[in-house]
């Protein structure tokens, strides 16, 4: 979109090439066509000759009519009474019948002009209208200011010819600035210099230039890029309020999620000792005599505690390994349904409420991946879903092989999680809205994901088809056979 | 009675481990550090060691080697869950089985009563054995499950045998690629699991629910039928 080029004042007359041409032609058309009509009928002649000043002023604008009117005149006379061509220019008649022309030529050609300045000023407006609308869209969509000013000079360049644009700001103390087009050597060109105005006060300035030999910048371009500049300074403004309100609210979001950790983690730390605790001081307490039954369920609790304590410990390493950037896989050809196996053996006994169901085809390539991790995830994916499901409801465990990639999913019929919930579950310490008693640590998942991504792969939640929901990770391998 | 050398650099874990020994009869010295692990081994002779990985002074799997160097008692350790490549270093060292930090003292007993019966001395491998529905005669090369015979092939046969041979033990997957199809081998563990899993279907063992063949993810599998007189 270019919102600057040249236009003729086309008010004044001027003589250009093609209104010069038009003016002659004009009235060398009429000529041919009346000379013939003209001794009979010399009225006809008149009416031609008009017809051809006002043509030549609708075509040409009023240099046009102009030189049509003055050539009118002085041949039509010729034309009408002296067919042999005899210069007579004395007739009163024939100078009459010429100022007649040359005001029809006069009062034409204005208004041709006028009404053709309207209508490339109508379109200038519109074309900047047009360019002022996008460059609001462009700035208005609550970037950072940085990419504002980025936008506003890269956008400036075509639409005024532009050869380079350069815009600095200063916003809370911070200098900003952007520079577009050929950098390099300042050209020759012409440039203009447009302030950044916020309300009365400058926050800084947009130079631009045009290439050697370029146009120098009219009214209109410094105009326009006055408005541009105005336009800029409130897209900068509002991107550093949008700024200031994401800081602050990722300040909060930390903040809560800081909170949550500790009063999670202290929590779930204290509970178990709490309970080995007064299971061991029980114990050794002289002055009391346990039963053997009451001694057996103090231990049962001690030892239950003592391996939610592990489990727990285990999980903040791993998060702690994650925020360090340290949870790195280690590799081995590994087969997923033997891993599976495994670990539903081993989770076997605490999964004994439900009925686990395992679909897993043996003879999926290998996949090379860190055994132990794995084991970990679908050790904490099935906690969730032995946590999650109700009694005696089923348990899908299913691993198959889709493109290049091996896929476990872990289907159960618990109370399922809200759609808008499937990505935030995976976040340290989320736990979910519908079941924010449920005990854990809310890191499983977190854990989960971060070991499934270390391992290129991908994990997500899906709403199961009968109620309930889907954990479903997938591992890329590569297809070997076995 | 049976002593136990136990080497953990935590006094802690000493004492609850010698008190908790000494209750089931066994004789036990405890050491802090690699050096006195390995003169124990050779001055004491115990017929058992417990072995930390993370010593003071030496590296557990260096503790291994010296030890081997001049005996062969049997070697339990104990390491904490994230260390499975020192496991794995740890028991291609000569190490006979290792116990995950922090573990159940059952566990650790039984582990330790298989390890040292594995190691009595002047008991040749018996020729005929029986585990349960499972019967073999390694003489005639010959398997029966619930008295049918099975048809196994060769490298199906000579892979039970290593597992029969050595119940209760870990045996990592270098040692059964080298056991069985020979000193060439050692990574190809995808061999490996499959006539694992072949094995396992004829001899109808469950991976879920193992009766017979567990799988150590990651470090290699134990036989854990006990065995049961052939005689009766």
């Known amino acids: ?482 | 009675m049976n002593r136990v050398l136990v080497v953990d650099d935590e006094p802690q874990i000493r004492r609850a481990l010698r008190t908790s020994l000494e209750a089931h009869g066994y004789e036990v010295q405890t050491v802090g550090t690699g050096e006195e692990a390995v003169i124990g081994a050779a001055e004491s002779a115990p017929e058992l060691m417990l072995l930390d990985l993370g010593l003071p002074d030496l590296d557990g799997t260096e503790v291994i080697r010296r030890v081997r160097g001049f005996t062969e008692l049997p070697i339990i350790v104990l390491s904490v869950r994230d260390a499975q490549q020192d496991k794995v270093a740890a028991l291609d060292a000569g190490a006979d089985d290792y116990v995950t930090k922090p573990f159940a003292m059952e566990e650790l007993l039984a582990r330790a009563r298989a390890a040292m019966r594995r190691a009595q001395p002047g008991e040749p491998p018996a020729p005929t054995m029986r585990f349960g529905r499972l019967e073999m005669d390694l003489g005639r090369r010959l398997v029966v499950l619930d008295g049918e015979t099975l048809r196994l092939t060769p490298t199906e046969y000579q892979l039970l045998e290593a597992f029969a041979t050595h119940p209760g033990k870990l045996l990592t997957h270098q040692w059964l690629l080298r056991k069985v199809w020979g000193q060439g081998y050692g990574t190809e563990t995808t061999y490996l699991r499959t006539y694992v899993r072949a094995l396992r279907k004829k001899l109808g063992d469950d991976a879920q629910a193992p009766q017979l063949i567990v799988t150590e993810p990651g470090v290699g599998y134990r036989w854990i039928a006990e065995s049961t007189d052939a005689e009766s």
């Not at chain 1, 009117?69 to 034309?79: K, Y």
């Open chain 1, 1 to 482: 979109m270019v919102v600057s080029e040249e236009h003729e004042a086309e008010g004044a007359a001027k003589f250009t090439l093609r209104g010069t041409v038009i003016g002659l032609i004009t009235p060398a058309i009429a000529t041919a066509i009346a000379f013939p009509l003209a001794p009979a009928r010399p009225e006809i002649s008149i009416a031609l000759f008009m017809l051809a000043v006002v043509i030549a002023a609708v075509a040409g604008g009023l240099g046009a009519g102009l030189i049509a009117g003055i050539l009118a005149s002085t041949i039509r006379p010729l034309v009408v009474e002296d067919p042999q061509l005899t210069f007579r220019f004395d007739d009163v008649e024939d100078v009459a019948t010429g100022v007649v022309f040359l005001s029809v030529a006069l009062i034409v050609g204005l208004l041709v002009g006028q009404a053709s300045e309207d209508r490339a000023r109508a379109s200038r407006r519109e074309r900047e209208a047009r360019f002022l609308g996008t460059l609001s869209s462009t700035l208005h969509t609550g970037e950072i200011p940085d990419r504002v000013l980025d936008e506003f000079a890269e956008v400036l360049l075509e639409p005024f010819a532009l050869s380079k644009v350069e815009v600095e700001a200063t916003l809370d103390g911070t200098e900003l600035r952007a520079i577009s087009g050929t950098d390099g050597e300042p050209s020759a060109g012409p440039r203009t210099t447009v302030p950044l105005l916020a309300g009365e006060a400058s926050i800084g300035r947009l130079v631009a230039e045009r290439p050697d030999g370029g146009r120098p910048f009219s009214r209109d371009d410094q105009l326009l890029l006055e408005a541009a500049a105005r336009q800029a300074t409130a897209a900068l403004d509002r991107a550093r309020l949008d700024a200031r309100a994401r800081i602050a609210q990722l300040d909060a979001e930390t903040n809560q999620l800081r909170a949550a950790m500790f009063s999670s983690v202290t929590h779930d730390l204290r509970t178990p000792l709490a309970s080995i605790k007064a299971g061991v001081t029980s114990l050794l307490d002289a002055a009391v005599h346990h039963d053997p039954e009451q001694e057996r369920e103090l231990l049962t609790t001690i030892l239950e505690e003592t391996d939610r304590l592990n489990r727990l410990v285990g999980n903040l390493l791993d998060l702690a390994r994650i925020r360090a950037g340290a949870l790195t896989p280690t590799r081995q050809q590994a087969a997923m349904d033997e891993i599976v196996e495994v670990v539903l053996a081993r989770m076997r006994p605490r999964l004994v409420r439900h009925t686990v169901a395992a679909d897993l085809p043996s003879d999926l390539p290998d996949v090379s991946v860190d055994p132990v991790q794995l084991d970990q995830v679908l050790t904490n994916l099935l906690e969730n879903a032995g946590r999650h499901a109700p009694e005696g409801s089923e348990i899908r465990v299913s691993v198959q092989w889709i493109r290049d990639a091996v896929q476990v999913r872990i289907a159960d019929q618990g109370p399922g999680i809200p759609m808008d919930e499937h990505e935030r579950v995976f976040e340290a310490f989320y736990r979910g809205s519908s079941s924010p008693e449920t005990p854990g640590s809310g890191l499983g998942l977190a854990i989960s994901k971060a070991v499934v991504v270390a391992h290129g792969g991908r994990i997500w939640i899906e709403s199961g088809p009968d109620g309930g929901c889907v954990v479903a990770f997938e591992i890329p391998g590569e297809e070997v056979a076995p």
